[in-house]
């Protein structure tokens, strides 16, 4: 490589960090998180105090999928699991193996399983707040974009799984940081974080198909730049989720075992959002509960929010993987009052708020991202203290 080609590969990054405000930047995106999470732990503690038998905060930030995630760590079983009376059961292959084998390798230096699943979480916290103002001020040409897509997702209604033994906080860094590359066109990150989404949770498979649409718009658009390595990155992530499937599928002794694991431990098949639809109707027309209440407004409002950025255009790959991610999530059944936790990653949904809050005066935007993290932060907190159904 050239010291000229070295030099328009380097700038891009280099821009991008002095736009993004360096250090001081960075500093700002982590003490965004920071707040959100030490604000979120105390509305926890606050809210388990205020019920019979409170579970107490390392028990609530480990419930649910976080024990799941820890007999992962100590490893796969061979094949499908039944009840007593023979019926098939949801076991931890149904589960994306890149969160385990981060908690597993902390376990194996000397952290319990319960402290390391919780380590990993809260580092690839800090990791998606500096990739989400990145890939902020990257779209918008705005350290202020940036940070406030940083508060917006830290105060989301279930940003609650960013403080919990849960795969968000690792899937949103490995995705932003994807998106951060591929806009950069720096494609040998773009590939293994895109790699990284793919082998962290199902909705990899959106992340990988963005990336292969920034391949092919980059090829089109920088015709004079070298075509294999925006390929090759495509190609690296789109193999991710299939071959986790695949090796499922040859564990178990069929192709469709990963399937039919997660059908019977959750109920989670794609029934292109019959459920969703139904679940909709019933809520909104019976008001059975404000807990279904509220989740039914949060899909209407992030379908809204998706039409809203979508009619202003954004990136392309970044509207893909909205799109697709929000396909997956609609378009499956299952547990209706997860919904709004699967679409914490999204992204696309948060775009015309960011947009709107870097052009707000400092004083307007940081009122408004107020409001809404008070509310977003103790809705998790509920859920999670209160709430006695999983999230």
Known sequence: MTAEEETRTAA?????????????GVAVAAGILVLTRVVQILLLVGLDRAIPDPAGLRSNLLIWDGGWFQR???????GYTYAQNGALEGNELAFFPLYPMLIRALSAIGFDPGSAALAVSWLASLGAAVALHLLGTSL???RRAGWALVGICCGAPMSVVLSMAYSESLFLALVAGMLVAAHRRVWWA??????????????????????????LVAI???RD??????????AVALAGVPAYLGWVGWRVGEV???????????????????STIGFLSDTLTLADGWVPMSVALILLVALAAAGVALAGR??????????VAMILVYGQAGYYHSKPRLLLPVLLTLLPAAAAAARARPRVAILAISAWAAFGLWYGAYLVAVWPYTI
Not at 225 to 234: G, H, I, S, T
């Open 12 to 24: 891009p990054a280099e821009r991008l960090w002095d736009l993004a405000g360096r250090w001081h």
């Open 190 to 215: 773009a590939g293994l974080l895109g790699l990284g989404c793919a082998l962290t949770r199902p909705t990899g498979a959106a992340a990988a198909v963005a990336l292969a649409v920034a391949a």
């Open 256 to 274: 469709d075992a990963w399937f039919k694991i997660q059908t019977a431990g959750w109920g989670t098949s794609f029934d292109f959002g019959d």
């Open 220 to 222: 089109r658009e920088h």
């Open 225 to 234: 730049e070298k075509k294999w390595p925006p390929l090759v990155a495509a």
């Open 314 to 323: 954004p990136w392309l790959p970044l509207a893909v993987y909205g799109i």
């Open 72 to 78: 992962v760590a100590a490893g796969y079983p061979q």
């Open 140 to 142: 918008f040409k705005s």
